[in-house]
Structure formats: C-alpha cells, structure tokens
C-alpha cells in the first residue's frame, strides 16, 4: 500500500537561498541586456548628427550673443541713470541750502515768519498745495520751493526707472546663463558622438574638414563681380584678412569669430557699426535676392536667420562657418539661402 506521508517543506534558509539565486538571476540577466553595445553609428551617420548640432549649437549662439549685447546696453543706461540721479541729488542739495539761506536772511532781518517755517519742512509738497499759505510767500521763496518739487519728482521717476532696468538685467543675466549652458551642452554631446569613432574614421572626418578648410585659399574662383559700394569693398577685404581662424561661439574677434562675430568686425574696420547678431543685421540695410548681390553684401542663411556672411562672388560665401571650422569660402548651395542685406 502506497505511502501518503505528507511531502516534506523546504527550511526557511534554503527558501531564503534559492530566492537570493533567482533574484541575482533576473539581476545579472538585466544587467547583460543593459550592457549589451548598442548599436553603432556608422561615420556619415555620426558626421550628419554632429552637423545638425553644430547648427543647433549656432542657433543658440545667437540668442546668446543677442542677450550679451543687450546686458552691455542695460549696464551702460544704468550706468547713465545712477550718474543723472547723483547730479539730480545734488542739484537738490544745492536748491534745499538757498532755501536755508532765505530762512536765515529773514531770521536776522527780524524773525521767520510761519510762512517760511512751512517751506522748510520735510514736506514741500504738501506746503505747496497750501495756496492760503503760498499767497504769503515772496516771488523768490515760491520759485524755490516749485524747483525743489520738480527735481524731486524727476529723481523719483529716475530711479523707478532704473529699478526696472536693474530687473530687466537681473531676467537678461539668467537667459545669458540659461543660453550658454545651451551652447555648451550641444557642443558636448556632438564631442561624445565624435568619441564613439575609431581613430581612423576620426583621421577621416579630420582629413575632409581640413580639404574644405583649404577652399579657402586663393585658388577659390571669386568671378568678377564687383563690390556693392567701397565700405562693403572695405569689409569683405577686413574678413578676408581673417580667412583660416577658428570659429569659436560669441567670439568677436580678431583671433576667433562666429558667423555675425565676422561680419560685424569685417563692417567695423570699413568704418561702420552693424548690429551684432543676425537677426539684428538682417533688418539693418535694404534687402536684396540672389540675382542682385555684390560682392561684400550681408547674406543670409536658414529660416531663422541664424547664420550670416559676406558674399564673395560667383556662388561663393565668405563666413565663419562652426565649431571646429576656420573662416573660408563656401558655396551658398551647401545651406538654404534667405536673402541678401546691402549696407
């Protein structure tokens, strides 16, 4: 007869045991999937993505530059306000001390009167608005009192303005941050994205780069078109003086540029003051098409406006193009072209 004794359970510790196993199981099972390569981007394929962040990075750098430009310009009319409040204060000083003298004047010649005890109290404003009390007063007392109202009321509105201003910077300081950790974090990653090559497709992308770097040389057929005017002659002849320096975001010059950094040095040394972003120099002078450039005309690039350059003649642009290029000549149908801008 067949046995029914009941089967035996296994101990707590072989059940603790065989449940630590199978967890580190299911662990190093997760572990292998996560750690299993992924695949690799082939050389083309990293060189496209780093382009497109190069391009974003671009973008960014603009709105940087724009935000750069426009905390110089808070600072310099904070700067004036302050120096206008000093002046103004003084000036008020100055307009409260001959009120003084009038007082004292009166005094020796026989008392204040309470006419004149009013004028010199804290408030004049409210002395002013007293018309039973201004009818008391000489020509010279109430000329007095209205000058020191008036400068009171313009260094109020002064300094209301320059706290406005001092916001505006303060919000202006923290887009500049937030815009170059923008920048910055493209840049990284189309680095991480380059560290993922061998050292001979490196060698391989470093090789083209340098071939297109070297377009820009005199051997580069410019054509025969002539200068739109003799400042824009003067410009494009300062950016080819700059031809094989570095493109460096924010940069203004004269050891490295970005794209409006050159065409905004290029416009200085003919003598003229451009704007200092794209944007900015693509609403400064008439506009024109591709049919119509000359040569040192501003073109443009993308629909945003991001990029900007000195056209060169026969297709060609003269800019600086991105990280880890040098200022040359491009053909304009290696981007979309936008318009063209005469100076």
Not at 31 to 48: I, T, Y
Request: aromatic letters at 6%; a positive charge.
């Amino acid at each position: 007869m067949a046995s029914h004794r009941r089967p035996k359970q296994p101990s707590r510790t072989r059940v603790t045991v065989l449940t630590t196993a199978a967890a580190a199981a299911v662990a190093l099972s997760a572990n292998a999937a996560n750690a299993a390569p992924s695949e690799k981007l082939g050389k083309d394929e990293v060189k496209a993505k780093v382009d497109k962040l190069y391009e974003q990075a671009e973008q960014a750098t603009e709105k940087y530059n724009g935000a750069k430009e426009k905390q110089q310009k808070l600072q310099k009319e904070i700067s004036t306000i302050q120096d206008d409040v000093a002046r103004g204060q003084e000036e008020l000083n100055k307009l409260r001390d001959g009120l003084g003298s009038l007082a004292t004047a009166q005094y020796r010649s026989g008392g204040i009167d309470s006419s004149v005890q009013l004028f010199l109290s804290s408030d004049p404003d409210d002395f002013l608005d007293k018309a039973s009390t201004l009818d008391q007063l000489s020509g010279q007392q109430v000329d007095a009192l209205k000058k020191i109202q008036d400068k009171q009321r313009e260094l109020a509105q002064e300094r209301a303005e320059a706290t406005e201003k001092l916001k505006d910077l303060s919000a202006t300081r923290t887009e500049l941050g937030n815009k170059k950790k923008e920048v910055q974090g493209k840049l990284a990653e189309a680095q991480r994205l380059l560290n993922t090559l061998t050292a001979k497709e490196k060698a391989e992308l470093a090789q083209k780069q340098q071939r297109a770097d070297r377009s820009s040389s005199d051997r580069v057929d410019l054509g025969d078109a002539p200068p739109a005017s003799g400042r824009a002659q003067a410009a494009f002849a300062a950016a080819q003086s700059q031809i094989g320096k570095p493109y460096v975001y924010g940069a203004t010059g004269p050891s490295s540029f970005d794209c409006s950094g050159l065409t905004s040095y290029a416009y200085a040394q003919a003598g003229v003051s451009i704007p200092r972003t794209s944007e900015a120099q693509a609403n400064y002078g008439t506009r024109i098409g591709m049919s119509d450039l000359k040569v040192g005309d501003l073109v443009f690039f993308y629909g945003d406006l991001h990029h900007v350059g000195l056209y060169a003649g026969n297709g060609q642009v003269l800019h600086a193009p991105h990280t880890g290029a040098v200022v040359r000549y491009e053909s304009m149908n290696n981007m979309p072209f936008q318009f063209g801008v005469r100076v």
